[in-house]
């Protein structure tokens, strides 16, 4: 059994597949996947698993360099937004991009895969750019 807090196959084998800038996106309910980008759906039902939990069981596998949030987070303020700002001081989300909602949705479609979570506060939403351990 994986000593790694990661126990989930599908997400696991994304994470070990991935190369340096691809990119993976950790989503709320709502947040649409195009077609062809593979879905990773881990929602149960409202809240369950929750954002801040998907982020930070993927960060304790995922080697991140950057991460693309849209600008409406900082309007609605979901929750998880002081858990990103703190992320983002320890230096575990790499740089930041900010783009519009809309832009995010269409970033989405270069994707490796949309993790679906079952948050339910508005534009908890982060797409993570694979970096190299070396």
Same mark, same amino acid.
Request: proline content about 6%; overall charge negative; some cysteine.
């Given at each position: 059994m994986?000593?790694?807090p990661?126990?989930? %196959?599908?997400? +696991?084998?994304?994470?070990?597949s991935?190369?340096?800038? !691809?990119?993976v996106v950790?989503? @709320?309910?709502?947040?649409?996947?195009?077609?062809?980008?593979?879905? %990773? @759906?881990?929602?149960?039902?409202?809240? =369950?698993? !929750?954002?801040? +939990?998907?982020?930070?069981? =993927?960060?304790?596998?995922?080697?991140?360099?950057?991460?693309?949030?849209?600008? /409406? %987070?900082? !309007?609605?303020?979901?929750?998880?937004?002081?858990?990103? /700002?703190?992320?983002?001081?320890?230096?575990?989300?790499?740089?930041?991009?900010?783009?519009s909602?809309?832009?995010?949705?269409?970033?989405?479609?270069?994707?490796?895969?949309?993790?679906?979570?079952?948050?339910?506060?508005?534009? +908890?939403?982060?797409?993570? %750019?694979?970096?190299?351990t070396?």
């Open positions: 994986k000593k790694t990661l126990l989930n %196959i599908a997400l +696991s084998r994304l994470i070990a991935l190369g340096h800038g !691809d990119t950790i989503g @709320d309910a709502g947040l649409p996947v195009p077609p062809g980008v593979e879905l %990773i @759906d881990l929602a149960l039902t409202a809240g =369950v698993p !929750d954002f801040v +939990s998907t982020l930070n069981v =993927v960060l304790s596998e995922m080697q991140v360099e950057g991460n693309v949030l849209a600008q /409406e %987070i900082f !309007d609605k303020a979901p929750p998880a937004l002081p858990v990103l /700002e703190r992320l983002k001081g320890e230096g575990a989300l790499g740089e930041q991009q900010l783009v909602h809309e832009a995010f949705k269409q970033l989405t479609r270069a994707a490796r895969a949309v993790v679906r979570t079952g948050e339910c506060q508005p534009y +908890s939403n982060i797409i993570l %750019i694979a970096g190299v070396f």
